[in-house]
């Protein structure tokens, strides 16, 4: 019973052994860079999704350009929200999904944040004939445009 008991342990402790190796030795740089700008991403922490997405193959992963465009517009960097969102935009990137109404909705507040109202007003009109609720937004986009006058 203990011989098995140890031999049961052995086996365990070398599948996690043939695991730590296969991670840190077999997985590519793209793919740690990709799997840790998620991670980053999730817990809140831009500029590190930032940092760890920009360093990841886009061609590869190019829900890349939409997690970069998201996370600089968290921090408010509109510019490069905007240059991200419109590279995911103009490959087209989920058209025909929730994803893609998002992303709209994404480069819309990124235009209007950026003080681009009627470039913003086009990106949420279309994310609103696409069956997103944009009524947030568009109450966001009216009060700045109260202001500016």
Do not use: C
């Not at 030795?25 to 922490?45: C, L, P, R, V």
């Not at 696409?130 to 937004?137: E, W």
């Amino acid at each position: 019973m203990k011989k098995l008991f140890t031999i049961i342990l052995g086996i365990i402790a070398l599948g996690f052994l043939i695991i730590i190796v296969k991670i840190n030795f077999f997985t590519s740089a793209d793919t740690k860079a990709y799997n840790e700008g998620w991670e980053a991403y999730e817990k809140q922490q831009y500029e590190m999704a930032i940092f760890n997405f920009n360093h990841v193959d886009k061609e590869k992963y190019p829900d890349v350009w939409v997690a970069l465009g998201s996370s600089y517009l968290k921090i408010g960097d509109y510019a490069n929200a905007i240059q991200h969102l419109k590279k995911a935009y103009d490959m087209e990137y989920k058209k025909g999904t929730e994803d893609y109404s998002k992303l709209l909705v994404s480069l819309g507040m990124s235009y209007t944040y950026s003080g681009d109202l009627e470039k913003g007003k086009y990106y949420l009109e279309m994310a609103k004939k696409a069956g997103y609720n944009t009524s947030v937004n568009f109450r966001i986009l009216d009060s700045l445009n109260q202001l500016k006058k």
